[in-house]
């Protein structure tokens, strides 16, 4: 029987290496891995695609990102480009003056780094917005930044009190200076328009043409649910997966929420009943264990430290009582649910794996797959539990290297010796633990070439800055294995990550095998290429 399509010339990328230069598929199954001998199945109908030169590997995955926030943002005041507080500004301010008929001003991205101490004030946006309400979520979606008339709408005044889960940011006098963290970004963010169904499923599909382009073929989506005013994304992945224009596959990880407790988990379990469909699955709970370590709410097992070096009161924020959480963690695996744990600090690590062990204990081995997305400190000791108890690394390689955020807002309050134990990647794969990758876009850019270069260089792409903890790099393989096998076996697509005789045939080309390159060019690569289920998603012109 010929192929449907046919790749030749060129390496391919399989669990033994680069041992292959064809690759047949038929149908949306990969029929043939092997040399010369595979051209035989070239038929009058086969589309061939020559490779020449360039690697072929299977599809990106992303096992942490926001796809449809990311699309809603894009289509309002995206200021994911932006660096300097001019620039930021600037960008409001073309905004608002091309949408005067925007009620609101939405939108975010803004970089910390780019305000004294990453917490930016209303001042400051009241001078370019001063008529309508602005609530602008940073980078990291942990914070907010309002201008005064967002403050009087929401009635926020020096005498309101911090949530539970976040804070208010006060100037020197007690008054709101205009940053909302955590928690605190619901008494704004609730007051802001919703967006439709249609502006969700616009967004995805956006979103889904973006990811696609950079190789991506499926993913994990690290929030199904109500959160801190963002839309929720369910009807919008139900809608494409059942009018068939969701191409890629995706889990979706429903939202714990954390101002309840065990009474929730009937209801998800319904939920991933109701979501579940075609290429969508809402088969994971997202477990939001901490905050962030810029603005203090990382859970950390010893106190941050002040601008002068000293020891603080505050060990960051456990949104989910650590008591608790064995009892919720062993219950969910019970019921097959995946644990998906945003665990930044190295508390919030300590307290994943610990309810881990504990629904290990009670359950027996599963096949559940929890992960622990982030981990930007872990502690030497529990580094080994991953491999022990199945618990995979979820990394987001682009936020392991040296940049303003990490060495004014981040290492400073760290302190040197905690500060040395941030991103472990290369700890924890030589422990024997499995690292799966994501991007947490729109947090930061969802291009895993780009996410590949740093885990390999631990150099940003700009490429002058010194190498972040050496010791931590990965090699170029795992570091794509990562992003393939790795994070394919945390969606439990077990069909697809790697190129072999039955797998799906979820596919990328890229413009060069970037084995043969330098290891500081790794992010000149470029996607030419995408397959999913041998079905081209996207093509670059050159290509």
């Not at 001042?123 to 008529?131: N, R, T």
Request: hydrophobic share 40%; charged share 20%.
């Amino acid at each position: 029987m010929y192929a449907d399509l046919l790749f030749t010339g060129g390496p391919v990328l399989t669990p033994e290496g680069r041992t292959a230069s064809a690759v047949a598929v038929t149908g949306d199954r990969i029929t043939a891995v092997g040399r010369e001998e595979v051209h035989g199945l070239a038929g009058p109908r086969t589309e061939v695609v020559d490779l020449a030169g360039r690697l072929l590997l299977p599809g990106f995955q992303d096992a942490h990102v926001h796809p449809v926030p990311a699309g809603l943002e894009l289509s309002q005041c995206d200021l994911t480009g932006t660096r300097t507080a001019h620039e930021t500004l600037a960008a409001v301010r073309a905004y608002a003056d091309a949408h005067p008929e925007r009620e609101w001003i939405t939108g975010g991205g803004w970089s910390m780094e780019a305000f004294e101490g990453g917490t930016p004030t209303r001042e400051l946006l009241d001078a370019v917005v001063p008529d309508r309400p602005v609530y602008l979520p940073n980078r990291d979606h942990h914070g907010a930044w309002v201008n005064s008339r967002a403050l009087a709408l929401a009635g926020i005044t020096r005498d309101t009190p911090d949530p539970a889960d976040g804070r208010i940011d006060r100037d020197a006098s007690g008054e709101p200076s205009g940053t909302l963290q955590e928690g605190a970004m619901q008494l704004v963010g609730r007051l802001t328009p919703p967006a439709t169904q249609a502006d969700r499923v616009a967004a995805l599909l956006h979103a889904q043409r973006h990811l696609h382009a950079l190789g991506i073929t499926a993913w994990q989506d690290a929030l199904v649910g109500d959160f801190l005013g963002m839309d929720d994304p369910s009807q919008a992945y139900l809608a494409a997966a059942r009018d068939g224009s969701l191409t890629a596959r995706v889990v979706g990880a429903l939202w714990w929420d954390r101002e309840r407790g065990a009474e929730q988990i009937p209801e998800l379990a319904e939920r991933r009943a109701a979501l579940s469909h075609g290429r969508f699955s809402a088969t994971s709970v997202k477990l939001m264990l901490d905050g962030v370590a810029e603005t203090g709410t990382a859970a950390l097992l010893d106190p941050y430290l002040d601008k002068c070096g000293c020891v603080t009161a505050n060990r960051g924020t456990s949104f989910i009582d650590p008591e608790q959480l064995p009892k919720y963690v062993t219950e969910l695996d019970a019921l097959g649910f995946q644990c998906h744990f945003h665990a930044l600090g190295d508390r919030a690590v300590r307290d994943a794996l610990d309810a881990i062990e504990a629904a290990r204990a009670a359950n027996g081995p599963s096949d559940t797959r929890p992960h622990l997305a982030h981990l930007q400190v872990v502690q030497p000791a529990d580094v080994p539990r991953f491999a022990r108890l199945g618990a995979i690394a979820n990394i987001q390689p682009l936020w392991a290297a040296h940049e303003p955020q990490m060495d004014e807002l981040t290492i400073p309050f760290l302190g040197p010796e905690r500060a040395a134990l941030q991103y472990p990647f290369g700890a924890l794969l030589r422990s024997g633990a499995r690292l799966a990758a994501g991007s947490d876009w729109p947090v930061s850019s969802p291009d895993p070439l780009h996410g590949i270069h740093v885990a390999v260089n631990r150099v940003g792409l700009g490429g002058d800055t010194p190498v972040f903890l050496p010791g931590e790099r990965i090699g170029l393989a795992e570091a794509f294995a990562a992003y393939t096998a790795g994070s394919a076996h945390v969606n439990h697509l077990d069909e697809t990550g790697e190129v072999r005789v039955g797998a799906l045939a979820d596919l990328v080309v890229l413009d060069r095998d970037p084995f043969d390159g330098a290891p500081e060019a790794i992010g000149d690569t470029r996607v030419a290429q995408t397959y999913v289920g041998g079905a081209r998603v996207y093509a670059a012109q050159e290509a």
